[in-house]
């Protein structure tokens, strides 16, 4: 007996994988502070939860539309149109199990078997195994921090082949915090639009946390808005990542594609957190403007804290809640008398000697790099750099 090939070349998710070992090493009674996982610490706002409570007085206990209920994506459309000026229609947009299913179910319904798909350096871990379950091969553009971890037009259109179907990126981005800006969206539209049969998947999770400008959203560009993909969701903007409730804006052959897949995997999403999400989405996003403004501050201290650690580089995030710096001038060095290879080394260096989980940027398309999470309490985080800096600075 043995699984299916597209498993056995499936690799387990490196949060996940380090998450996992810290708990374990919790459970030992090692004081462990975990920076891994993109996960906000604050808890979903009271109004949804409300919302929620009030869907099951309702009797929401039943099967739910594939795409999602109707007042659902009728919030998302009034949502797409006020944050983002972008006109999708009801039968646009599709409801799924979080942001995650809205992206595979994209790439199920548009990628066949050696169809190239183009992913960005960084790129979030399940980018690539999405793509690898859709039988596709990964090509990536590589960035690093001298180009703020940013694709450029050139790079764009030379890795644009007559097998490629798809470009998939984020902004803000997992796990660099680099925000693409109106301009340089503009810039990257000119290589897309000589391309109509290239689709474009671009993932907003993060929309909402930012420190600057808001983001741009690529398909405000009228020329390309039928070849764009809008993918969001209530996990992080909303701290509701245990909901599931993620979705997505198309062309409607796209959108009809990704509902019939649906319908024969998991059907429509949790009755209770859409009838919760049709309240967090109507809401005015001044509502959860304190938690981007607590991950400001925390952006803001760490990146004072962490100029003074040994052989780190860094940029800083304009989005989201991570810092991604190079550490690529520890390799090779011996720390504690442990030899430094790569980032996975020093992950589990950190783990190990300093109880700090991160989480390497191997499995990110950029090994030079290490995540770190600054969705902590500042308490947690100051002890947590503490530990990093006499880790590797006495090390």
């Known amino acids: 007996m043995k699984l299916c090939n597209r498993l ?7 949060t996940i994988v380090m998450s996992s070992k810290a708990r374990e090493l919790k459970a030992q009674g090692k004081d462990i502070i975990s920076l891994s996982l993109g996960e906000p610490d604050f808890e979903t706002p009271d109004f949804i939860k409300e919302a929620a409570i009030q869907a099951i007085k309702d009797n929401y206990n039943h099967y739910t539309p594939v795409p999602g209920f109707v007042a659902l994506r009728e919030a998302i459309a009034e949502k797409f149109k006020r944050d983002n000026g972008l006109d999708y229609s009801i039968d646009q947009i599709v409801v799924s199990t979080g942001a995650k299913q809205s992206i595979y179910n994209v790439m199920q319904s548009l990628v066949d078997e050696g169809d190239e798909v183009i992913l960005p350096t960084p790129y979030w871990v399940s980018y ?16 690093g921090i001298e180009q703020d971890f940013k694709m450029t037009p050139a790079q764009l259109e030379n890795a644009i082949t007559d097998k490629t179907k798809v470009l998939l990126y984020s902004s803000p981005c997992n796990p660099s915090g680099s925000v693409y800006s109106k301009s340089e969206l503009a810039a990257l539209v000119e290589v897309i639009k000589r391309y109509p049969d290239l689709v474009v998947i671009s993932d907003e999770i993060y929309e ?6 808001k983001i741009t959203s690529l398909a405000s560009f009228p020329e390309i808005y039928n070849q764009v993909v809008t993918v969001n969701g ?33 059907s429509g999403a949790n009755a209770i957190a859409q009838r919760a999400a049709i309240t967090a989405l109507k809401a005015d996003p001044s509502e ?12 803001d201290m760490v990146m004072d804290i962490i100029q003074d650690i ?6 800083k995030p304009k989005g989201a809640f991570y ?9 090779g060095k011996t720390l504690n008398g442990v030899l430094i290879n790569n980032a996975d080394d020093l992950a589990f260096y950190l783990l190990e000697h300093a109880h700090v989980a991160t989480v390497s940027g191997v499995s990110f398309g950029s090994p030079n790099c290490l995540r770190i999470s600054y969705a902590a ?7 947590a750099f503490k530990r990093i800096k006499e880790a590797i600075n006495n090390g």
């Open 234 to 266: 209530l996990s992080k903007a909303f701290a509701m990542t245990g909901w599931r409730i993620g979705y997505l804006g198309a062309n409607h052959l796209i959108a009809k594609g990704c509902a019939t897949l649906q319908g024969q995997v998991t």
């Open 208 to 213: 909402h946390i930012t420190y600057e400008d």
């Open 8 to 14: 056995q070349n499936l690799k387990p998710s490196a």
């Open 310 to 315: 040994r052989g780190f580089t860094v940029h």
């Open 377 to 383: 309490s500042v308490e947690n985080l100051k002890e």
């Open 128 to 143: 690539a195994d999405i793509v690898t379950l859709a039988n596709g091969k990964v090509v990536e553009i590589k960035t």
């Open 288 to 299: 959860i403007q304190y938690m981007v403004d607590a991950f400001k501050e925390r952006r």
């Open 323 to 331: 810092i991604f710096p190079d550490v690529s001038d520890l390799f």
